[in-house]
Every structure is written in C-alpha cells, then in structure tokens.
C-alpha cells in the first residue's frame, strides 16, 4: 500500500470539530426551495424543509480573509493532506425527523476515515466526514456522511 | 389508492417519473447564494475555464444530490418518508446542459412498507453523472 499518510497525519482520525447551532427560518428555507426549484408546496412556502436543507444551514460562514483566492473556505478538520486535488465525491444522508421553521439544530462533525488507496492514474487519499444533527433536546434529526477523494 | 393498495402495486423494476433540469446562471447563483458558497468555478468563467481547465461553470454536485431528493419525494407523494439517500458526483456538469433525474425499483418489502430505489442524474450523452440510492418506507402521515 502507499505511504502517502504519515502516522501523524492518520492520527487525526477521530477529531472533531466545535459543535454548531443553527435557527431554521422560514426565509432560508423558502431561498433554498426556490434555488433547487423544488414543486411541493410545502417547502416553497417554507412551511417544511426539503431534505437536503442542512447543507446550506451548517455550510460554513467566514470571513473575507479566510477564504482561499479561488473563494473555498478551508475545512480546519481536514489535516493538510499531501494530495490536494479534490475529485469525485459522495454523500450519505440518513434521515430521523423533519426539520421546520423555528427548529434550533446543532451540529457534530468527526473525521471518521481517512485512508489511501492506488488509483489506476496514481495514489489517491479518501476521507470521510460524519455531521450528526440533533434538535436542541438532544434528539437526533439526520447522520450525513460525506466522502470525498484526493489527487 | 390506498398506501396499501399502492405499496402493493410495486414492483421491483418499476420507473420513477424522469425530471429534466436546464440549470442556468440565475439558478446556480441563487443556489450557491443559499449556501454561502464563494467558489469562484460556479460563477467565475474565465477563472473556471482558463484556470481550472473546465469547458464551463459548474454545476454544484449538491445540487445534483438535492434534485434527486426530489425526484423521490415527489414519486412518494405524501404517502411515506426518505429514510436514506447517497449518491457520488462522479462526473462534472456545466451550464448550458440539460440534466434529468430518475430512478427504479429494486426491491420492495411488502412487511415493512420499505423500497429500495436506485438512482441517477444523466446528462445528454445518457451517461450517468450521478448516481444515488435511496430508502423510502410507507406510511399514513
């Protein structure tokens, strides 16, 4: 196998970033709905959110300075990894409740994986992030995990 | 129709409705707007094209995600909830093309009320740009 990944690098599997807490409002979900030209009436009215609404909810807000000159904001629980083109990636959404106006949500995020593998145009690095959103009680309203691949 | 009488209509190889989506510049702007997204290759032409190499901009890969939500939620019609969906971007998209979201049936557990749905964004060569799978389970709201 490579040896892309030092020990160093493969010790930040685990790490987790500071939680989040997010209001939902009707007006964010109504520009959600709109941009992805949703048809139900019920997200356009904002009366519910469409099932892919976290992402922009917990998309991360800096500042000017922090972002890259290509406008990305960098991802502080992502090690600096010695592969930095970002190819492909996936999402898996697992869903327990809806999310409606006036909900506060937070979020967990934990690098769960980070491993490499021989691609068939050279080395490439995965790494997995797992973003658990409970409501404010504590109770769980959706486990996204995102992967994504590096060359 | 009844949920029942309806779950029990499916049949594994059934086809989800297609949708067909011409994303433009209005679209991709308000969408990344709506995430906060800077990144310079959806709205940026001459950054996407001369200095990433992309033949134009392109389409946010949690958009492509988002439309096949949708093309789920609606084929439900109220009568039950996602349960899961995952998909991967394994190939780009750019403005100015035209993209349709479907889907089938690839198992039905008639006990559970439970579906599994195979999904996918194609774009006009009919290759699949998106791939996805998703879990949907019946129930009266």
Known sequence: ?151 | MSIVSRIQSIKSGDLLPERQFKPDNVQLFLYNSALWNAHRIHYDYPYATEVEGYPGLVIAGPLLGDWLTQNVVEWLDGDGRLESIEYSNRMASYIGEVLRSGGKVVSVDQESATIELEMYIKNEADEVITPGAAVVRFSES
């Open chain 1, 1 to 151: 196998m490579g040896n892309l990944l030092t020990k160093e690098l493969l010790a930040n599997i685990g790490r987790t970033a500071a939680p989040r807490e997010e209001l939902v409002t009707r007006r964010d979900i109504r520009k959600y709905s709109v941009a992805t030209g949703q048809r139900l009436q019920k997200f356009l009215a904002g009366d519910e959110a469409p099932p892919m609404f976290h992402v922009a909810l917990f998309w991360d807000v800096v500042e000017l300075e922090d972002l890259t000159p290509d406008g990305v904001s960098i991802d502080a629980l992502i090690p600096k990894l010695p592969l930095e083109r970002a190819m492909a990636g996936g999402l898996k959404i697992e869903y327990h409740k809806a999310i409606f106006p006036g909900d506060v949500l937070v979020s967990n995020r934990t690098l769960t994986a980070l491993y490499e593998k021989q691609g068939s145009q050279g080395p490439l690095i995965f790494y997995e992030v797992t973003m658990e959103v409970t409501d404010q009680a504590g109770e769980p309203v959706l486990t996204e995990k995102t992967t994504r691949i590096m060359r």
